[in-house]
């Protein structure tokens, strides 16, 4: 009887492949996991559909690309789910009565600054360094406001503002 010669298998082909996929799809996890966020890298965001080419200014005079939460499905989302906001931007809720509006940080990734104004843009409250894990606490101003300004955390000292004075946009 003849023998016939074994096919050659492609299954070591396969398993070395397969292998291969899986080992860079783990390395690039563990490479986004491990990367920190960088708001000077961050893409830009239109969220709201209401950019504006206005600035916020103090007496510092830095400028900010501006985002307006003008809803209540804005404001309640504020920047949740983001995973970061460029260095120079600034998210304001504007509201129709003075109030004393919280602020929270579910669903956040990174930390900010937030400034309370009241409906003169003076400002009546200040927060630093709001962290993410600090949800479900809520911050609440001293005092109404009208106005509430979201900053990259370490912003409202590179403005220099302090209660009392008066913010523009």
Known sequence: MLARKPKKSNNNKIVIVFCVLVLVLVVGALTLKSSPVSTDACPESNMYHSRYDVTLSAASKLEYDLEFATTPP????????????????????????????????????????????????????????????????????????????????????????????????
């Open 74 to 169: 804005q404001q309640e989302m504020g920047l949740s789910a983001r995973k970061c906001m460029p260095e120079r931007s600034a998210l304001i809720f504007l509201f129709p009565t003075d109030d004393k509006f919280g602020i929270w940080m579910k669903q956040m990734y990174f930390s900010i600054d937030v400034i309370w104004l009241d409906k003169d843009k003076k400002i009546v409250s200040i927060e630093k360094n709001m962290l993410p894990d600090s949800y479900p606490k809520i911050y609440y101003p001293s005092s109404d406001a009208r106005y509430v300004v979201e900053l990259n955390s370490g912003q409202v000292d590179k403005l220099g503002v302090q209660i009392g004075q008066e913010l523009s946009w």
